[in-house]
């Protein structure tokens, strides 16, 4: 069966996940659908560009992913078809890709740009129903191959920020990726064997931890996520909470000395 992955900002609320689904089943019935994450903040680019570069890797060569993460709906904004990793993804122009395309130099990117495959008549703020789904369907049942897309392009939307921009005195500057369900604040500043601060907002972080259990309850620390980049937590507690951290915010880290 083909699989089709969905990651949006449109909660559970309201219809919209569920009116995706009904479009991709009544065109491609035999479809498995994978709910990534509907619960990225509202227009959340970074985070969403987190959150699909932590899963694609995870799923099979010739999945399709959706990802409508979408503040310029209606606009000049372009609808794409990427294909990377082996993988398809099916978005808007606006950065969201940014981490997929950074991880295979391959990567290849069409404009979305044939109205057969979209559904007749589509709105101005509804294009994960009446362009991203319908094209995601054509993809998995074979109705279209991604030449019927619509044409290559060189370059798509990259958002700002994402590698680490050094600083003198052993200053970088950084980004709030993603901060997630237990509010912890995932950083771009990969791991290192360095001894290190991070300042986000006016708080300095110094205190590195292995793991949650070796934290004192209340106090911030820094560790290395699963994703391999760090994090500031707090031990059964929200860090971002505190710290007000929000995906996208700048971050600071200074670094002290190597560790041996």
Partial sequence: MPIVTLTTDFGLADHYVGTLKGVLLSRCPEAQIIDI???????????????????????????????VIDP???????????????QRFIAPDNGVLSLIVARDRGATAREATNPELWLPEPSNTFHGRDVFAPVAAALASGAALPEDVG???ERIELLP??????????????????VD????????FKKTRASLSLTVGDREITEFRQTFGEAEAGSLFIYTGSSGYLEVGMNRQSA???????PGDPIRLRLRDTIS
Avoid: C
């Avoid at 959150?51 to 995870?58: E, G």
């Fill in 240 to 246: 971002a909470s505190l710290l007000g951290a929000a």
């Fill in 151 to 153: 044409p290559e392009i």
């Fill in 37 to 67: 994450t509907h619960a990225i903040p509202p227009f959340a680019l970074y985070a969403g560009a987190y959150a699909i570069d932590q899963s694609a890797p995870y799923f099979p060569p010739g999945t399709i992913h959706v990802l």
């Fill in 72 to 86: 310029g709906v209606g606009t000049s904004r372009r609808p794409l078809l990427v294909e990377a990793l082996g």
């Fill in 181 to 188: 369900h237990f509010g912890n604040v995932i950083t771009n």
């Fill in 161 to 178: 920020g994402l590698e680490p921009m050094e600083l003198p005195s052993g200053v970088w500057h950084g980004k709030v990726l993603s």
